[in-house]
C-alpha cells in the first residue's frame, strides 16, 4: 500500500487485526443493495418530486428519520459503542444500536471494529479507508478519495471482530443484534417506519408511500454519504486546529449536516472526547443530545473535554 506523506511510518497491519475469513458473498451483495438501491433512489427522485409527491409531511418524516438514524450513528455507534465516551443504561444502548443499524451502514460490531481499527493506523497502512491509500497527487488522490468514500466498502478484507471488539462480543444484547440474522429486521423498520408513519399521518396510501420513498431511501442515501463525507473530505481538506500525526481536519461546513462528526480534527485529537466541537462556534449536536441524556439520568461517566487537554493539543496559530 502506498501513502501519502513522505516519510510517514507505515507499519503493516498484523494478520490479526483481519478475519480469519474474508466477507461472505452475501454480505457483499447486501453492500451493494444498500448502497446502490438508495442511489438509484435519488435518481428517481428528480421527476418524482418535480410533478407530485413531495410535501411538508414528507420532508418532516424524512428528516426526523436522518435525526433518528444519524444520532444512532454518532452518539451510538461512534462515541458511545467505538469510543466509550460515556456510560449509558442498557435501554438506552439497545435504542441507540437499533437506531444506528437502522442507518444501513451495518450492524453495530461490525461498524465498530473497522472504525477501531481505523483510529489504531489511521492514514498508515492498514487503515481501511485513508484518501491518502494511493499517494498525493490528482491521481492518486482521487482515487484515494473514492476508495475512502464508498470503494472500501467493497473489500473482501474483514476487520477482526475478536481482536477489537472484545467488549462488544462479551455484551449479550449487543452481540445479539450484531447477528446477520436479527439485523434484517433493523433494516425492514427503517425502510417500514417511515412509510408507516406518513399513512398514519395523512391518512391514505399515497402518503404512505411518498413518506415511505423520502424518509426511507432517499434519506439512507443522504446519511451514508454525509458519513462517508467523514472517512474522504475530513481526511484530506479543513483546518488543523488541534496536532495530530494523521490527516484528519475540522471541516466546518459539514458540521451541522453531520451533527458535529466534521470536527474531526478535535476528534483525533482527543478520540474519547464526548464532545467533538470544542472551540468558540463550533456546533455539535450530537454533543448536546449526550447531554440531555445526562440531565436525564440515562448516562453518566460523561468525557467532556478537559480545558487543559485541549489547550495542550491546539495548534499554535502563527503571528
Known amino acids: ?14 494478520p490479526r487485526d483481519l478475519a480469519a475469513q474474508p466477507v461472505p458473498w452475501f454480505e457483499r451483495l447486501l453492500v451493494v443493495l444498500f448502497v446502490v438501491v438508495p442511489f438509484l433512489a435519488v435518481l428517481a427522485a428528480v421527476p418524482f418530486a418535480w410533478g407530485w409527491g413531495l410535501g411538508w409531511r414528507d420532508v418532516a418524516v424524512a428528516a426526523a428519520m436522518y435525526l433518528i438514524t444519524g444520532f444512532g450513528v454518532t452518539v451510538g455507534y461512534h462515541r458511545h459503542f467505538t469510543h466509550r465516551s460515556f456510560q449509558a443504561d442498557t435501554w438506552l444502548r439497545v435504542v ?5 443499524g437502522m442507518s444501513l451502514q451495518g450492524p453495530v460490531i461490525r461498524w465498530v471494529a473497522d472504525h477501531r481499527r ?8 492498514g487503515d481501511p479507508h485513508s484518501p491518502w491509500r494511493f499517494g498525493p497527487g490528482f491521481a492518486g488522490l482521487a482515487r484515494g478519495l473514492f476508495h475512502a468514500h464508498v470503494g472500501w466498502l467493497f473489500s473482501p478484507e474483514r476487520t477482526s471482530r475478536r481482536r477489537f471488539c472484545p467488549d462488544l462480543l462479551a455484551d449479550r444484547p449487543i452481540r445479539f443484534l450484531s447477528h446477520n440474522l436479527t439485523y434484517v429486521p433493523v ?13 398514519l399521518w395523512g391518512g391514505s396510501w399515497q402518503a404512505a408511500l411518498t413518506a415511505g420513498f423520502w424518509g426511507g431511501p432517499v434519506r439512507i442515501f443522504v446519511l451514508h454519504h454525509v458519513t462517508w463525507s467523514i472517512n474522504s473530505v475530513c481526511h484530506t481538506f479543513g483546518k488543523e486546529e488541534f496536532s495530530v500525526r494523521d490527516r484528519s481536519r475540522n471541516v466546518r461546513w459539514l458540521a451541522v449536516v453531520s451533527l458535529g462528526e ?4 478535535l476528534h483525533h485529537a482527543d478520540p474519547t472526547c464526548a464532545r467533538h466541537g470544542v472551540l468558540p462556534g463550533q456546533v ?14 440515562w448516562v453518566r461517566d460523561v468525557r467532556w473535554p478537559d480545558p487543559d487537554r485541549i489547550a495542550a493539543r491546539r495548534v499554535a496559530r502563527s503571528a
Open 1 to 14: 500500500m502506498r501513502l501519502g506523506s513522505a516519510g510517514m511510518a507505515s507499519p503493516s497491519a498484523a
Open 96 to 100: 441507540l444500536a437499533i437506531a444506528g
Open 118 to 125: 481505523h483510529h489504531k493506523y489511521a492514514d498508515r497502512e
Open 187 to 199: 433494516v425492514l423498520l427503517s425502510i417500514a417506519l417511515p412509510a408507516l408513519a406518513g399513512g
Open 262 to 265: 466534521a470536527w474531526h480534527n
Open 284 to 297: 455539535d449536536p450530537s454533543a448536546r443530545l449526550i447531554w440531555l441524556f445526562e440531565r436525564a439520568g
